[in-house]
């Protein structure tokens, strides 16, 4: 049971996010969907979800004033943040086609993802920090790849991002243990399909099922479910980990 608590879902207006914000939904939980351009999309999440259980917010989350905003608003409406998903992915497709060479890259695509990835993770945590550390509860879960250790396709930015996002993990989940507050992340595969991934082509989906063990695509609900494990008390013994759901294509 969710006994009512609130899980803030960022970039959850497509997507693996609106599939989370769903789950959650369907388990009782209060939801906040974040979104940072596609408002409609997000208003249709709050519809599947029911109006009375959840809000959308418009945020950048790169944006430390819009997120203290968002945080500020959303416990307004449903009094605590209890769990926060830092799933948001900022301008970054799944394409083999586009992606940029060694040669072609420059610091600030990496840069970019980095803000998307870390700098955003950084400004939730700590925007709802100060209510979790007064109830001593609280749940983070950051959304992670299996891509930085089985670099399909070299989507370098982005794994870069991802690869530094589990040593951000590992840390807060150490500094804040003492308050009850996990942190954990959880890493799915390819995701098959969602709107960052509807470029990808079939040869590469085709690949990553041939390789992994029970010979399938990982799809959103997959990672949504481990999600929903994590914000709930059943997780209450986990924290600092990186759980990896891509059908047994990496091992840990």
Do not use: C
């Not at 979790?132 to 089985?150: E, H, P, S, V």
């Not at 794994?159 to 150490?174: D, I, P, Q, S, Y």
């Not at 590469?204 to 994590?230: G, H, K, M, W, Y």
């Amino acid at each position: 049971m969710s006994e009512q608590k609130t899980v803030l879902v960022t970039g959850s207006s497509r997507g693996l996010g609106a599939m989370i914000a769903k789950q959650f939904g369907e388990k009782g939980y209060k939801v906040v969907v974040n979104y940072f351009k596609n408002k409609e999309k997000a208003l249709k999440v709050i519809e599947e979800i029911g109006k009375d259980n959840a809000i959308a917010i418009q945020a950048d989350v790169r944006d430390e004033q819009q997120v203290e905003a968002m945080v500020k608003k959303a416990t307004e409406h449903f009094g605590t943040i209890d769990i926060v998903i830092n799933n948001a992915l900022i301008n970054f497709e799944f394409n083999p086609v586009t992606q940029g060479t060694v040669e072609e890259l420059t610091w600030e695509n990496y840069n970019e993802q980095l803000q998307g990835t870390v700098q955003s993770a950084l400004n939730t945590i700590q925007a709802v920090l100060p209510e979790m550390k007064k109830q001593q509860y609280g749940r983070i879960i950051n959304i992670g790849t299996n891509l930085f250790q089985n670099p399909v396709v070299p989507y370098h930015q982005y794994t870069t991002a991802k690869a530094a996002l589990v040593g951000f993990t590992r840390n807060m989940a150490k500094e804040l243990g003492k308050d009850q507050i996990t942190v954990n992340m959880v890493s799915g595969g390819l995701l098959e399909r969602t709107d960052a991934s509807a470029v990808t082509t079939p040869e590469v989906f085709d690949l990553i099922a041939a390789s992994s063990a029970l010979n399938r695509v990982t799809e959103p609900a997959d990672v949504a479910e481990v999600v929903v494990f994590l914000g709930s008390e059943a997780s209450r013994g986990v924290t600092g980990q990186n759980i990896v759901v891509d059908s047994g294509l990496t091992m840990n």
